[in-house]
């Protein structure tokens, strides 16, 4: 097969050219078949023997729902190893005996390229490497974060005047997990461009506790620390006039195993009393909003930090605004009057970790500082001259307002100020992983109703030492911790006192645990495409398969068997972060392929197959061999070996291409090998390959939601 023309890529800082990877030859996957038949076992390994088989870990070629449902019941497996689609090279008949197999002709090898990158610096040096003394380029200005490039006003990097005086630097953990760039700052340094002060947008006035039921009728529930942390204001209206609903925990589990990368736990969700809203209903596909609080003990860390005094931290306080959507979700652009309490705006309506700060957060602290070394540095990164270490704490490790105001200790501001500088604490959104009406069908839910989610526990590094986790994945992962606590609790004292174990979930239940959400997008393209009957290919990378579980659970449930169905799963090692393992159906093995991240030998060739098979014990060279060559795989690889199928689904009448997960890595590069796919399959070049997928995208028939 004649190879294609290199085509170009539009970059989205500069043109580079596409590198086309072409598929590989194997049993699912043929570069030189373009027609989009249905695919179907073209080989077993049924006369290997156990020991062959269990020291390479041999597995049976891709099966769809559908075959599965007609294979022999009898059959089984040689080998304990998982029965996963079979991507080896591999060509014959197995009753021809395995030691005439032919060795399949392979690709020329290439060194593979590294891929091109949208990051030209991440750092001042880099970008004054790039832009030499300033005059020259200046393509980056408009991915500055200020008025041009950072580096246009900065300071020398050392100072050579004589009788200066130097910063001295807060001398704690916090600031030097900062290590902003001083450069040459001094005392004495000269600063233009300093931001300008916030413009006061709220502000607090007291009321008294009899007037709240007169002035604020229906707000006159309990504001006590307890409270506060379990149950979100009626203000924050995600989308008015509907509430957000404090829906009971009635299960939940960890999925991942001790030692996994990251953690991701499942959740059992009871939705029974959820209002109706416009007949709108929970559906497969569907993602819930979740309205996660800032960490209780976080919250009361800042307040330590601001000097705001315990005993009007709960008092119920009059918030006025001039304008805005804030503290509202989503609702109206208006000037309010709201009554709250310091903790509650606190925990609620502001984002105090997962966005980078911000100039006039820094001006503000600046202004109130009192240490004269700390004004100076907090003025400096809010001016022209620290515009290149302004930028660098903000695409470095991350920062949270805790570690500012531990950094810079003296600057106590006012609460209202403060509030002024920060984002909106925005919902989460987590794909539903099941479908509603078949988990509610459950045995002994006795009418209840349940919606089921993963999440995955988002974390990065910490000015403390511990990884600090994201917002919303550590509010659930404490909620779950506590379910799972009280569960294995409850199984110790049952067994200490000679007990039957109690029922699962009970004493979870009974702990009244709960997730503040509202019914989200039961219309995103995930659940809006999900309506065909045809044959579908799901693509997902860690918790990105959670969704999948749902789609799968419905067809193999309710839809006409003779439907095919394939996934593929990436996880960085089986093991441990395989989730929903075994909860796919009976013939979860047949229609799922997963792929480790984690570098592993690569398959066996027939040469070291058939080596093995001579010999009775496998030779130690060709095992320390393979073992030389272990490789990471993806996601991304897998679809090329599996292009016959990828090729048959998207061809298909009402065919289905889903891709769920992380865009970064994860969703590029199976957009690259679905454009590999398409070039080689239908012998297309690099611009009509994409046109192509494009097309499929408006047709509904390639969805890809990813993050």
Request: proline share 8%.
């Amino acid at each position: 097969m004649e190879t294609p023309q290199t085509p170009s890529r539009r970059h989205s800082l500069s043109s580079l050219p596409y590198r086309h990877k072409p598929i590989p030859n194997t049993a699912t996957s043929h570069p030189d078949n373009p027609i989009p038949t249905d695919p179907t076992a073209s080989h077993k390994l049924s006369k290997l023997s156990p020991r062959i088989r269990a020291q390479f870990a041999v597995t049976e070629p891709t099966r769809s729902s559908a075959e599965s449902l007609h294979a022999n019941t009898d059959e089984s497996s040689d080998s304990d190893a998982p029965s996963t689609p079979l991507t080896e090279p591999q060509e014959g008949s197995a009753d021809e005996g395995f030691d005439k197999l032919p060795e399949l002709p392979t690709s020329p090898s290439k060194e593979r390229k590294r891929r091109a990158s949208t990051t030209y610096a991440s750092n001042s040096q880099e970008i004054r490497r790039l832009l030499g003394d300033g005059i020259g380029t200046r393509f980056l200005e408009k991915y500055c974060c200020g008025e041009g490039c950072c580096m246009n006003e900065a300071l020398p990097q050392k100072n050579n005047k004589p009788d200066f005086r130097p910063i001295v630097a807060p001398d704690n953990d916090a600031f030097r997990f900062l290590a902003p760039n001083l450069r040459s700052l001094t005392q004495d340094t000269t600063l233009t461009k300093v931001a300008e002060m916030p413009e006061t947008r709220i502000s607090f006035g007291g009321i008294r506790r009899e007037s709240i039921a007169a002035k604020f009728p229906g707000e006159s529930h309990e504001h006590s620390a307890s409270a506060v942390n379990v149950r979100p204001p009626e203000y924050m209206k995600p989308h008015p006039p509907y509430d957000i609903f404090n829906a009971p925990v009635y299960g939940a589990r960890e999925l991942t195993k001790p030692g996994a990368e990251k953690r991701t736990f499942h959740f059992d969700i009871d939705v029974t009393d959820y209002p109706e809203e416009g007949g709108v209903d929970f559906k497969v596909g569907g993602a819930v909003g979740i309205c996660p609080p800032n960490d209780p003990a976080v919250v009361d860390d800042i307040l330590d930090q601001l000097g705001v005094p315990r005993f009007i931290r709960d008092k119920p306080i009059r918030l006025n605004t001039n304008g805005g959507r804030w503290p509202t979700i989503w609702g109206d652009d208006t000037a309010r009057e709201l009554l709250t309490t310091r903790r509650e705006i606190l925990t609620w309506t502001v984002d105090i970790s997962s966005t980078a700060p911000t100039k006039p957060l820094f001006r503000v602290l600046a202004e109130y500082a009192t240490a004269e070394n700390e004004k100076k540095i907090l003025t400096y990164l809010c001016s022209a001259q620290g515009k290149a270490a302004f930028c660098d704490l903000r695409t470095g490790p991350h920062i949270t307002l805790q570690q500012l105001l531990h950094a810079f200790p003296s600057s106590k501001p006012p609460l209202e100020t403060v509030l002024a500088t920060l984002n909106q604490l925005m919902p989460r959104f987590y794909s539903l992983s099941n479908d509603p009406h078949v988990s509610s069908a459950r045995e002994g839910l006795a009418g209840r109703r349940l919606i089921e989610m993963a999440v995955t526990v988002h974390e990065t590094a910490s000015y403390q030492g511990a990884n600090r986790t994201g917002v919303g994945s550590g509010f659930l992962e404490r909620q779950a911790l506590r379910f799972v606590a009280a569960e294995k609790r409850a199984i110790e004292e049952a067994e200490e006192a000679g007990l039957p174990a109690p029922q699962p979930g009970v004493a979870g239940r009974n702990l009244n645990v709960q997730v503040p959400m509202f019914r989200g997008l039961m219309s995103n393209p995930l659940s809006r495409e999900f309506a065909s009957d045809g044959p579908m290919m799901l693509i997902g990378a860690g918790v990105g398969m959670a969704p999948f579980r749902g789609f799968i659970l419905n067809r193999l449930k309710n839809a006409n068997c003779a439907n095919k169905i394939w996934l593929v799963q990436g996880v960085r090692d089986s093991m441990l972060d395989e989730i929903y393992q075994g909860e796919l159906g009976d013939h979860e093995k047949e229609i799922k392929k997963v792929v480790q991240s984690r570098a592993q030998a690569p398959p066996p060739t027939a040469d070291e197959i058939a080596a093995a098979a001579e010999e009775e014990a496998a030779p130690a060279s060709v095992k320390e061999e393979r073992s030389s060559r272990k490789v990471a795989k993806y996601v991304q690889d897998e679809v090329r070996l599996q292009a016959d199928i990828v090729w048959f689904v998207i061809n298909a009448v009402d065919g289905r291409i889903f891709v769920c997960g992380s865009s970064k890595g994860m969703g590029e590069g199976v957009q690259s090998a679905l454009i590999d796919v398409a070039m080689d399959k239908g012998n297309l070049d690099y611009e009509t390959a994409t046109q192509f997928w494009e097309q499929k995208k408006k047709d509904g028939q390639y969805i890809a939601e990813t993050w």
